[in-house]
């Protein structure tokens, strides 16, 4: 009987503690349907502006009341735009790394798609889908989903195709032991070993997406209004009229709408991320999420995460016998992609054939001209990326090595990231003017501005990556700092560094169009280069010209990657990755 109170109070504690976790739990639940209800609502108006009856002309209502359905409709374009770009990612990154037939045309593909400028087909898809769906918004709203898309997709690709190509080699044999077919290596060894880079890669291609709002929402082309009401029309619409308050409402706005994303979405993930890194040593404290925190309180979110798994655990796969010798994975589709590489190789042709009748009438002076403006802003280009991975480099190791910096910086870096770099450059235009540097100079500053970035982010990407028990190691034997930096983390964030480099040069030959051809005080400010002239060709509706200069943008890109950038990713691949 001694006992016995104590035993009641404990079964009183307990019951009291089941009691106030069933009733959080319900008040959690309660707040999931809520928030599942907004997000109903929210798909509603969306798509009852993309249905609407297509209009003639947008009017911006500049008070800040209206910001908040502008606000929706930007970040409705944004996610569709980023739903795209990883489902192209996984499709494009997974067959480029698994056959190399098709990785020799996909890849330098690749550099070129990266390489050439929103607004050298802006105009053309405009008018194309317009025509398309002449009746609603919805072929305006698709080509900006694909200005957009065209600022998220390329890096993410690139990450997601050099991880596969990096896997440990004791993964892979690992998957060949247990005779995985293609869909079981792909989920349980392939994507989690990809992971870390491609969240980081996500981040950075959102804020990619971003860089392009501006020009994509509040397009005109002559005097045919081709605008989206949004947070970018809204911005644009406030520097034309000199609205200094909505202007400040808009960059309140777009702050409120990234710090938002960055801890409904971007930090549960990241640190749900964080159980596929390449551990085996002891780790420092791991980041958190309030967010994800009480999503897991929630029982209703528990029986849809249970749903969503079972559903993946029935998808169809064919089980078949690997070979351990060879590391290519037979997949169900082979038919397929010899059908889309073959569809795409007849693409191609068709589209070189049209392009050379367009060029034909180009003369040779011309071309000499486009070569030398080329070889101008692939100088300013470098210099932009030397810049970048001056500070990134550092500023990154130190985000991505320290879990508490990492809570503190990654908001405010994905925030800074995210910033629409356009709407900067009348200020730093300004301050060039008022130091008397010129635009040939300064145009350094203004790709920067957009580039650097993809550096950042990718660094941080590879030093999170860093196994614990190298750290130790490395620790252990009393290694300097330099020491550590030398043999360790430089080594390992190496890979990660080049995809930075690649990707970061690509997003500068994009913003040279922008950063070349500045529009300052009602006047046009400008920069010999190849950018310059792109926008110069578009103004004036110069097709065979804008075809040249795409054309010499792109032949440059994909020559200085196979020159430089590729070399560097084999000697990354062969003397600095983990998987060796």
């Known amino acids: 009987m001694s006992n016995s109170p104590p035993t009641w109070r404990r079964l009183w504690g307990d019951a009291t503690a089941a009691l106030h976790r069933a009733r959080r739990s319900t008040w959690v639940d309660l707040l999931v349907v809520v928030g599942l209800a907004g997000l109903l609502y929210g798909l509603i108006d969306v798509a009852t502006q993309w249905t609407a009856p297509r209009r003639l002309s947008v009017e911006i209502d500049l008070s800040p009341w209206a910001l908040p359905q502008y606000t929706l409709l930007s970040l409705a374009r944004g996610l569709v735009a980023y739903a795209v770009s990883l489902l192209f990612t996984l499709v494009y990154g997974y067959w480029a790394a698994k056959d190399k037939v098709a990785a020799r045309v996909l890849i330098p593909l690749l550099d070129i798609l990266q390489s050439i400028p929103v607004l050298a087909f802006l105009p053309g898809l405009l008018l194309a889908l317009s025509s398309a769906f002449r009746g609603s918004n919805v072929g305006l709203e698709l080509a900006a989903i694909l200005m957009i898309f065209t600022g998220q997709a390329w890096n993410m690709t690139f990450s997601f195709y050099y ?306 028990d190298l750290r130790e190691a490395a620790r252990s034997y009393r290694f300097s700092r330099w020491q550590r930096f030398r043999y360790l983390y430089m080594p390992a964030v190496f890979p990660h560094l080049v995809t930075g480099w690649i990707t970061a040069a690509g997003g500068a030959w994009n913003a040279s169009i922008v950063a070349e051809y500045v529009s300052f005080r009602g006047n046009i400010v400008e920069a010999w280069g190849l950018g310059s002239q792109i926008n110069q060709a578009t103004a004036a509706a110069n097709f065979p010209l804008l075809a040249v200069s795409v054309l010499v943008m792109s032949t440059m890109v994909v020559v200085f990657n196979r020159l430089v950038w590729r070399r560097l990713y084999e000697l990354a691949e062969r003397r600095f990755t983990l998987s060796k």
């Open 163 to 468: 991880s596969l190509r990096s896997v440990p080699h004791d993964q892979q044999e690992a998957a060949t032991l247990y005779r995985f077919n293609w869909w079981q290596r792909l989920r349980w060894v392939e994507l989690p070993f990809a992971t870390m880079g491609l969240v980081w890669n996500s981040m950075m291609s959102m804020a990619g997406g971003w860089f392009f709002l501006m020009i994509t929402e509040s397009y005109r082309l002559g005097d045919v209004d081709f605008r989206l009401p949004g947070v970018g029309s809204y911005m644009s619409v406030a520097v034309d009229e000199g609205r200094v308050d909505a202007m400040l409402w808009a960059l309140l706005a777009m702050l409120l709408m990234i710090v938002g994303l960055d801890q409904l979405l971007w930090r549960p993930v990241v640190v749900w991320a964080q159980k596929f890194r390449v551990e085996e040593g002891a780790g420092g404290p791991a980041p958190t999420s309030w967010f994800l925190d009480v999503l897991r309180q929630s029982a209703l979110a528990a029986r849809l995460h249970a749903w969503a798994a079972r559903t993946t655990m029935r998808l169809p796969v064919r089980r078949h016998a690997e070979s351990a010798a060879s590391p290519t994975v037979a997949t169900p589709w082979h038919g397929l992609t010899f059908v889309a590489f073959a569809g795409l190789m007849l693409f191609l042709g068709y589209g070189a054939w049209k392009l050379v009748g367009l060029l034909a009438s180009v003369p040779g002076r011309e071309w000499l001209i486009t070569l030398a403006a080329a070889l101008v802003t692939l100088a300013r280009v470098l210099a932009s990326t030397a810049l970048g991975t001056i500070w990134a480099v550092p500023a990154g190791l130190a985000i991505g090595l320290s879990p508490r910096l990492s809570r503190i910086f990654q908001p405010v870096v994905q925030v800074a990231a995210s910033f629409p770099a356009p709407m900067l450059f009348p200020m730093v235009v300004a301050v060039l003017a008022y130091s008397h540097v010129s635009l040939g100079w300064g145009s350094i500053v203004l790709m920067l501005l957009g580039t650097q970035w993809y550096i950042l982010f990718n660094v941080i990407a590879g030093a999170m990556a860093v196994p614990s």
